[in-house]
C-alpha cells in the first residue's frame, strides 16, 4: 500500500540553524501537502505543490516536489523558537486520500 | 480557531461501549475528512465525503466504525465496541475547491481525544 515517509524523526538545532525534513512516496503522488503541528495542537496548512519541480518559498521556509513527484523537502533557513513543532507532508495520489508522512519533530534551542 | 468545531474535546469510556463523534466543519466547504492521530504518529486517514455521499473509506476502517454527514453539514463518526486499541485523537478537517477546480488546503479541528479504559 501507499507508504509516506519522512527523515529525520527528530531534529535538534541552535537558534539560528537550518533545517530540512525530506519526504518520500513509494508512489507517484498528484500533489503534496505541508502541515506544522504544535504540541497539544491540530495540523495547521502550510502549502501545496503540485507540479513537478515545483520550488516556493514563504519567508524563511522553501519547499520542494520533486521531479518524479515522489519526494518533497521543507528547508527553514535561520530556525527560530517558534518554528518548533511537527512538520508533516500529506501526499495524494489519484485518489482523493491523503497519506501523511510520520513527521519531523524540531526543537530549537535558544 | 480555524472554524472546524469538534464536539466532545474529550472523550473517557469503558471497553466495549459505543461513543459518537460530532464534527461541524466550515460552512462552504464541502468536503470532510476524518482522521486518527496516535501519539508521535502523523494523521491516517479514515473516510471522506462530498457533500452528504461517503466517497471513500480507508481498509484500516473496521466495521465497528461508521461515519454519517445527512444533510452535508455536519459530520459523525461512531465508533462500536470500543477497543484499548481505538484510543487516539480523530481529528476532522473539511476543505473547498479552489478557483482553479482543484480542492486545496484542509482546515482542521481541534479533534477528540479518545481514551478507553
Known amino acids: 500500500g501507499q507508504q509516506v515517509m519522512q527523515i529525520p524523526q527528530y531534529q535538534h538545532v541552535q537558534e539560528g540553524e537550518d533545517f530540512t525534513t525530506y519526504c518520500n512516496s513509494s508512489?507517484?503522488?498528484?500533489?503534496i501537502q505541508w502541515y506544522k503541528q504544535r504540541p497539544g495542537g491540530h495540523p495547521v496548512f502550510l502549502i501545496q505543490l503540485v507540479k513537478s519541480g515545483e520550488v516556493k518559498k514563504q519567508k524563511r521556509l522553501t519547499f520542494q516536489f520533486g521531479e518524479a513527484k515522489k519526494n518533497s523537502s521543507l528547508h527553514i533557513t535561520a530556525t527560530q523558537t517558534t518554528d518548533v513543532g511537527t512538520y508533516f507532508c500529506?501526499?495524494?495520489?489519484?485518489?482523493?486520500?491523503?497519506?501523511f508522512g510520520t513527521g519531523t519533530s524540531l526543537t530549537v534551542i535558544p | 480557531d480555524t472554524g472546524v468545531s469538534q464536539d466532545p474535546r474529550h472523550k473517557i469510556t469503558k471497553r466495549g461501549q459505543n461513543v459518537t463523534f460530532r464534527c461541524d466543519p466550515i460552512s462552504e466547504h464541502n468536503r470532510l475528512y476524518w482522521y486518527r492521530q496516535t501519539l508521535g504518529q502523523g494523521p491516517e486517514f479514515l473516510t471522506y465525503f462530498q457533500n452528504e455521499a461517503q466517497l471513500e473509506k480507508s481498509r484500516l476502517l473496521s466495521d465497528r466504525f461508521s461515519a454519517e454527514r445527512p444533510k452535508g453539514s455536519f459530520s459523525t463518526l461512531e465508533i462500536q465496541r470500543t477497543e484499548q486499541g481505538d484510543s487516539a485523537m480523530y481529528l476532522c478537517?473539511?476543505?473547498?475547491?479552489?478557483?482553479?477546480?482543484?480542492?486545496?488546503?484542509?482546515?482542521f479541528g481541534p479533534g477528540t481525544r479518545l481514551t478507553v479504559l
Open positions: 508512489t507517484t503522488l498528484s500533489n
Open positions: 478537517a473539511s476543505s473547498a475547491r479552489g478557483l482553479a477546480g482543484a480542492y486545496n488546503e484542509q482546515f
Open positions: 500529506a501526499g495524494q495520489n489519484t485518489g482523493n486520500q491523503f497519506y
